[in-house]
């Protein structure tokens, strides 16, 4: 069979890409439901698909918490080791949580494959994503940070297993020499990234008067294809987690009033603490902007499980109180899912319309239904969006004229 190399039409070089195969884990405790879990298996899922991975199998385990050492019980550790060992093309299982140094440790020893959680795997998939300075930066401060509690466990083979004479090895020593090499590395790297900070600074004053609109929302909702549309720009977008990493910004215009349109990166269920820490910088975008567009993927069967988990990510960054339009994307995918083929159209109006008021009292902020795709209701987001921002500019200048 012929081999594939990840240089596209040049056959002579490049480096040969090994598919790789994994298991998904997760636990069922008791602050949980299964649904649940297997909805948070699917976005692992997406997570692993996104890295490179071909999921094969999944395994769930019901417990009243996981376990201390292995995370999973005994019993369900022999199976999944029984199951990788009759299928030699399975290299790597994936774990829903984050893992200590030490059950990654024992995991790898009893399971023999690659172990990587939930954290790692995001870290991994962001280090693949970062292009500018800054991004690499951030990335490289969130695995270090991540790396740090965990050496213990993952030098476990250096420090001493019993007393005794000439037991006395090294590998406390070693261990604490790492630290010291890592809390140097993230002190020099927080220096860098309040360089970049202070830069970027500069760079948003110099931007002027004019009113900043961000795009927020889950991860994979389609905000860059909305910065595309509206913006006539070519931000990178594909059907893929964390496509943008960078915060990209582009001066729109609506007939002759002007505004900065920012695209950030999408938050995440269970998006690890540090990373978003690492990105504060970069999120300075959201909490620095006049009007939030808070992008829904609605056609998603947890949309509002998503819209929760960014609405405590902005809580988080103390920018929950800004003037927000909803912006329920992927109509067009919804309508297929939902509608019956024989729903006359004042129904199916009928039907949104009701969606639409619902949503406005659960999460209290206007919003309108559009599809990125096809342009659907595009004229009548652009009319919303448009009437925040000159409320805007109206606030922040009442004394001036202007031509808008």
Known sequence: MAKEWNVGSKKATGLLVEQEHCVLVGVVTKD????????????????????????????????????TRTYIGKGKMEEIANYIEANENINMVIFDDDLTGKQTNILEESLKVKIVDRSSLILDIFASRAQTSQARTQVELAQLQYLLPRLRGLWSHLERQRGGIGMRGPGEQEIETDRRIVRDKISLLKEKLEKIAQQTETQRKNRGEMIRVSLVGYTNVGKSTLMNLISKSEVFAENKLFATLDTTVRKVVFGTMPFLLSDTVGFIRKLPHHLVESFKSTLDEVTESDVLLHVVDISHPQYEDQIR?????????????????????????????????????????????????????????????ISAHTKENLELFKDKLAELVTIEYQIRYPYKTKTW
């Open 32 to 67: 949980q439901t299964e649904a649940q879990i297997q909805e948070y298996l699917d976005e692992l899922e997406f997570l692993a698909m996104t890295a490179g991975a071909s999921t094969v199998k999944r395994y769930i385990q019901k417990l009243p918490h996981p376990d």
């Open 309 to 369: 988990t960014v609405n405590n990510t902005l809580k988080d960054l103390k920018a929950d109180q800004k003037p927000t339009l909803m912006v329920f994307n992927k109509i067009d995918a919804y309508k297929e899912k939902n509608f019956d083929e024989f729903l006359d159209n004042k129904t199916k109006q009928e039907i949104l319309e009701e969606l639409s008021e619902n949503l406005k009292n659960t999460f209290e902020h206007d919003n309108v239904f």
